[in-house]
């Protein structure tokens, strides 16, 4: 059976905590906002420490949209507060250092062979070049990244499920399906 959501699914609520501010809920914040919801691993991971950036340089396709931009990580709210201030990201970090927020979206982690496939190691090596280091591991090391878009009326517009861990849809394609 595929649980995996799809674009006419709602959106599923979920409590959360983000480095700065503790008991939100994901259903309150975007409030009647369309927002994109991106899965990646944790904040030591230099893949994800250059998607991160790579959202953060394209935040303005999000803006005039008036779209909310969420980044699920399994890192702990203390890890990532110690690598910076709130204002450094333009969008809300999710600390789900449980992976419950990625149960929930079943964004699983993969085997061994997508962890290892040619693609996850050639970003690695392209992050590490443009000085996005390793830090703290945290998490499951195989966890596969996903990215979706919620309409206003918490309707999925847009959903993906990474194959490898550097597998995450760039930002030009989640403004894309923002209604």
């Known amino acids: 059976m595929n649980l995996k959501l799809k674009p006419g699914d709602s959106a599923l609520d979920f409590r959360f905590d983000s480095p700065w501010k503790s008991d939100q809920a994901f259903y309150q914040t975007i409030a009647n906002k369309p927002a994109a919801?991106?899965?990646l691993r944790y904040i030591g991971c230099p893949v994800c420490r250059?998607?991160?950036a790579n959202l953060k340089k394209k935040?303005?396709?999000f803006n005039q949209k008036e779209a909310k931009v969420f980044v699920v990580l399994q890192s702990s709210p203390a890890t990532i507060a110690s690598l910076g201030k709130q204002e450094d990201w333009p969008f809300t970090i999710v600390c789900?250092?449980?992976a419950e927020v990625f149960k929930l979206y079943h964004v699983e982690p993969g085997g061994i062979f997508k962890y290892l496939h040619p693609a996850g190691l050639i970003a690695a090596i392209k992050a590490t070049f443009q000085g996005f280091m390793h830090g703290k591991f945290e998490g499951r090391e195989t966890?596969?990244?996903a990215g979706f878009?919620?309409?206003a009326d918490k309707t999925i517009t847009f959903s993906y499920y990474?194959?490898?861990i550097s597998d995450t849809p760039p930002p030009e394609t989640l403004a894309e399906y923002i209604q």
């Open 37 to 39: 919801v991106v899965f």
């Open 50 to 52: 250059m998607e991160m």
């Open 59 to 61: 935040i303005d396709l």
């Open 96 to 98: 789900d250092p449980d």
């Open 143 to 145: 966890q596969l990244p």
């Open 149 to 151: 878009v919620v309409a």
């Open 162 to 164: 990474g194959k490898n």
